[in-house]
């Protein structure tokens, strides 16, 4: 049987997602070559792919990862680059010492994945984190975690998810605690723009739905305490998508910190990485913990 060729418009999307989800994996989780190649020294117990929900016909899915001695709290990573979500070893992926952190800390971590671009866009990803939001906290004594203390991390989209799931979505579609690498809070610009939507074609949507898709212009006081951290040099979502979402925060009292990287763009290294690890760890002890 002969196999078509995928369209150059196809191509490029999933060479953008591959490039995008190495920047992020580098930025949050050290190089992709590094973390493929390390196991966890941390003891944990993996449990691939539970099924969360389904959609034409295919499942949604997210990992879960427990720690040898869980402090039965979760955090949930979101797995997507430019709106992708694509599939590691779960155990390579959790090596790096972010990881390995919150699992030596005792957190159980679920990485959960959404339908990608180009067939699915920014609103379809929101609804389905919420949909696996809503299954961990119905589940939550299966896999012994709290449903009150969910925390949410990402970077770059995985970011804009997480902080959906503070601000906004119904009650058990929400967690209690944030962390976001760059994350773009504002999609005005960005929408239906033809200079993102060669790399980034989750962006092609009704633009009525932009304000609903922008934590910005939706956050209230009920929204869950915020850490951002961001480079200055950031060129692909400037540093003030984080400072304008602050501002929000600020004005309706909301928990948050803005930790800025000096000359750092879409992606940490070094030790403006163990600093942004650091934070993370510390804000999920402080709000989730009571540390």
Known sequence: MRVPRASRAGQSCVRSAVVLMGVLVFAIAGSSTAWAQRRSPVEIEVQEDYIYGRKDGMALTFDVVRPAKPNGIGLCFMVSGGWNSMWFPPRQFVGDSLYQSLLGSGYTLFLVRHG???????????????????????????????????????????????????????????????????????????????????DFPALDFDRTQVDAMSPELQVTSEAAPTLMIH??????????????????????????????????????????KTRAEQAVLAWFDKHLRGL
């Open 116 to 198: 990608s671009a180009p067939r699915y866009k920014v609103p379809d990803a929101v609804a389905d984190v919420r949909l696996a939001i809503a299954k961990i906290r119905e589940r939550a004594a299966e896999f012994g975690v709290d449903p009150e203390k969910l925390g949410a991390f990402g970077g770059s989209a995985g970011g804009h998810l997480s902080i959906m799931l503070g601000a906004t979505g119904a009650a058990k579609q929400r967690v209690a605690a944030v962390a976001a690498y760059f994350p773009p809070t504002n999609l005005h610009g960005y929408v239906n723009d033809p200079k993102f939507l060669r």
């Open 231 to 272: 480079g200055d040099r950031d060129t692909l979502v400037p540093l003030h998508h984080s400072e304008r979402l602050k501002a929000r925060l600020d004005e309706k009292q909301v928990a948050n910190a803005l930790v800025v990287i000096k000359n750092a763009g879409h992606a940490f290294a070094g030790s403006d």
